[in-house]
DNA sequence: TCTATAGTTCTATTATATTCGAACAATAGT
DNA sequence: ACTATTGTTCGAATATAATAGAACTATAGA
C-alpha cells in the first residue's frame, strides 16, 4: 500500500501556506477538514468540481503542508496538519480558520 | 493634492489578504512597514527591483486593504493598515508577521 | 479475472500574474 | 517655464496557475 510523499515541516515555507491558502476553493477544502475534525475522502469534499480540478489542489494542499492523505484501500483519507502548522507558525492557520469561518 | 483610493475594510476579503502575503517581495514589503512602524516612502522600501514592479506590488497592496498610501508632496507614504485588518481579521496579519521575522 | 471505485497523472486550453522599460503625471524648487 | 524627483500607468513579453476531459493506476469485491 504506497503512500503520498509530504513535506516535513520543516520544509514548509510559510508564503506555500500563504499561497495554497490564497485560492477560495482550497481555502474552503481547509475549512471542510477543520469543521470535520477527521479524516475525509476526496469524495466526501464534493465542491461540484471534476475530479482532476480536486486533485490539482490537494496536491497543491499537500505540498504547502497543510494536508495529509493516507491511502486506505481505494479511498485517500486526508486530514488537516493543524497541529504541525501551528507549532511551526504558531497562530497562523487557527488564525486564518476563524476569519474565514466567523460569519 | 489627489488621493489614491483604497477599499474599506468592510470590503476587504480573506483571500484577498492571503493572496497578496503569498509573493515573498510584497511579504517583505509588509514586514519592512511593519518593522518600520511609520510611514515609508516607496523609495525607502529599497528591495533592488525597477520602479515599474514595485508599484505593481504596492498597488496589490493597497488593493487587498494591506497598505494605505498618502501621497505628501511628490512622495507617497506607505503604512500597514494593522490595526483596522487586526480588528477584521483577527490574529491573521499579527501572526503572519510574527511567523515571517521570527528566524 | 473481470468490474467497479477512488484518485492521480497527462495534456491541452485558457486565464491570471510577474516583470520591467518607456512614457506619463504631479509636485517642488529654481 | 524649466528641471529634478517620485511614483504611476501603459504595453508587451514571459511565467505560472486553474480548469477539466481522457487515460491511467491501485485496490476491493464478486
Redesign the pocket.
Known sequence: ??Q?KHPTIEQVELTDIM?ALA?P?RLEIVILLAQAGKKL????INLN????????????LRSAGLVE?L?E????MNSLRLEEVESKFPGVLSAVLKAATKD
Chains 1, 2 share one sequence.
Request: glycine residues 8%.
Open positions: 500500500m504506497r503520498i499561497y485560492d476553493t475522502t476526496c469524495g466526501e468540481r471534476p475530479k482532476s480540478s480536486m486533485s490539482h489542489h490537494f496536491k497543491i492523505t491511502i484501500g481505494t479511498e485517500h
